[in-house]
């Protein structure tokens, strides 16, 4: 197990003053956390801080060479709870995967809790070119448990046509998401949420191999019950290596045909 994985312990300890309209003009606790820990890895990052709310957003951007970027948003509702799944995992999942994937573009957004404002600053900043040609920005939401089994968006793209050729996994109607935020500007864009697998009962509609995913990990999004008893470190890292990085590394059609001429 990376102790990257093992950080989130640690994250899920940190309390944020509020929302993101609420935390005043410093960067936030659970900025300084994220901050510390890249630098403790090694990963080279700038924090992208811009006006809204009367107050001060900050993104944590990770540059990389490729085309494709990775997403995950740092801010909560709740500074009570432990945010465990909802999204302090999928923030260590992220940095994990650049870790692994040093190549690869990705930004820690904030106010995806207050209507995507970070996903709108960083929108318009991959359509001014501040990133250079991107592809593609994949929003990892909710990745505590689930490891390889997991459902996308039903958003049309580029993609998504890309995942469902390697997975064809099951697309849903999601709620709100920072991905909202980046198709306002015309990005290829979708979320990704891994979910445990069920071969027996139901919790939900979402049929997947031989059985449902069980979604009830949603309805605890927000409350004191998002605790890191809920999630696993192994599924994390699961998801993170067969399913991540076949994403993000995996070359698409067009890259074949472009590579052949």
């Not at 801080?49 to 900050?58: A, I, P, Q």
């Not at 980046?182 to 949420?193: F, K, P, R, S």
Request: net charge negative.
């Amino acid at each position: 197990m990376s102790w990257i994985l093992e950080s989130i312990n640690e994250f899920c300890q940190v309390r944020n003053t509020g929302r993101a309209h609420e935390n005043g003009p410093e960067p936030t606790p659970r900025v300084v956390f994220i901050t510390g820990l890249l630098e403790k890895i090694g990963i080279p990052y700038e924090i992208d801080e811009f006006e809204c709310f009367d107050t001060k957003l900050y993104n944590v951007v990770m540059r990389g060479t490729s085309n494709r970027m990775v997403i995950a948003h740092h801010d909560v509702v709740n500074i009570n709870s432990e945010n465990a799944n909802d999204n302090s995992a999928s923030v260590i999942n992220a940095i994990y995967l650049k870790s692994l994937v040093p190549e690869l573009n990705v930004v820690i957004t904030d106010g995806e809790e207050v209507g995507f404002k970070g996903a709108k600053h960083l929108g318009k900043r991959i359509m001014d070119g501040d990133f250079g040609e991107i592809e593609w920005v994949l929003n990892i939401e909710l990745s505590g448990k689930g490891g390889k089994h997991f459902m996308i968006g039903s958003h049309e793209g580029g993609l998504t046509e890309h995942i469902k050729g390697l997975f064809n996994p099951p697309m849903i109607q999601t709620p709100g998401s920072d991905c909202y935020g980046l198709m306002q500007y015309g990005i290829d864009t979708n979320v990704i949420n891994p979910l445990p697998l069920l071969t027996e009962g139901k919790t939900s509609e979402i049929e997947h191999e031989n059985g449902y995913l069980d979604n009830s990990s949603w309805w605890l999004c927000h409350s004191d019950e998002d605790t890191l008893d809920k999630i696993s470190m192994r599924d994390m890292e699961e998801f993170v290596t067969e399913v991540l990085v076949p994403i993000v590394t995996t070359k698409t059609k067009v890259d074949d045909r472009s590579s052949s001429n």
